[in-house]
């Protein structure tokens, strides 16, 4: 099998937001409990699913640099998902669902 391709990408009303993208195996969301990820990660990871629905859903203007710091958080995450996971991991990070 080749590596593992996981995504981030925020989800309306979804709390998880990391989907399996490998293509021989079942594409769709991760259960976090099965993830394999810290308790503290899954927490962060489900927090900033939360925070895009408060930034990018009324999408205001005066909300850039919150949203741009958002988008920073989300590569940091996609980073600590690939360490606590392994070498074959590749993460992806989408801002949009």
């Known amino acids: 099998m080749s ?3 996981l995504q981030l990408s925020p989800e309306y009303g979804d ?5 399996e ?4 195996l079942n594409p769709g969301p991760i259960d976090p409990e099965t993830s394999g ?3 503290q ?3 962060e990871l489900i927090n900033w699913n939360a925070q895009w629905e408060e930034l ?3 999408n205001l ?3 850039e640099a919150e ?3 958002w988008k920073r958080e989300g590569r940091s995450l996609a980073k600590r998902v690939e360490l606590e996971l392994g070498k074959e991991i590749d993460v992806q990070v989408t801002y949009e669902p």
């Open 61 to 63: 203007p005066e909300q």
């Open 3 to 5: 590596r593992r391709l």
């Open 67 to 69: 949203r741009l710091q």
């Open 21 to 24: 993208r490998t293509p021989e």
């Open 15 to 19: 709390t998880f937001p990391v989907w």
């Open 37 to 39: 990820l810290s308790e």
């Open 41 to 43: 990660l899954i927490q």
């Open 56 to 58: 990018f859903l009324p």
